[in-house]
Nanobody, 121 residues
Framework: QVQLVESGGGLVQAGGSLGLSCAAS????????MGWYRQAPGKQRELVAT???????NYADFVKGRFTISRDNAKNTVYLQMNSLKPEDTAVYSC???????????????WGQGTQVTVSS
């Protein structure tokens, strides 16, 4: 019903930049909060950043000042610009969106498939 498709992952050297995007499509009436999580091998999934419909943002301490989250409400798309990348940023990055599929429905969380970001030292 609802699909989230990410793009933009890849390999970059430490200190470099990458941009991720995630587009939600399908049976969408409304999208509330959107965001990004990441999971490194052997570690638990952790929050990276979230953004509300009114573009209020929230960042994990370990990305503040380096990553920027933004969104295009008309396109139901969320972006993550990652600068000054470090090897410890290596992980699978997954986007999520709180989606209402019909009028007077409730919001459910939907997830993308994840995209690999690898930062070499």
């Amino acid at each position: 019903q609802v699909q989230l498709v990410e793009s933009g992952g890849g390999l970059v050297q430490a200190g470099g930049s990458l941009g991720l995007s995630c587009a939600a499509s399908g049976s969408i009436f409304s999208v509330n909060r959107m965001g990004w999580y990441r999971q490194a091998p052997g570690k638990q999934r952790e929050l990276v950043a979230t953004i509300s419909t009114r573009t209020r943002t929230n960042y994990a301490d370990f990305v503040k000042g380096r990553f920027t989250i933004s969104r295009d409400n008309a396109k139901n798309t969320v972006y993550l610009q990652m600068n000054s990348l470090k090897p410890e940023d290596t992980a699978v990055y997954s986007c999520y969106a709180e989606v209402m599929t019909h009028y007077l429905g409730i919001y459910f969380d939907y997830w993308g498939q994840g995209t690999q970001v690898t930062v070499s030292s």
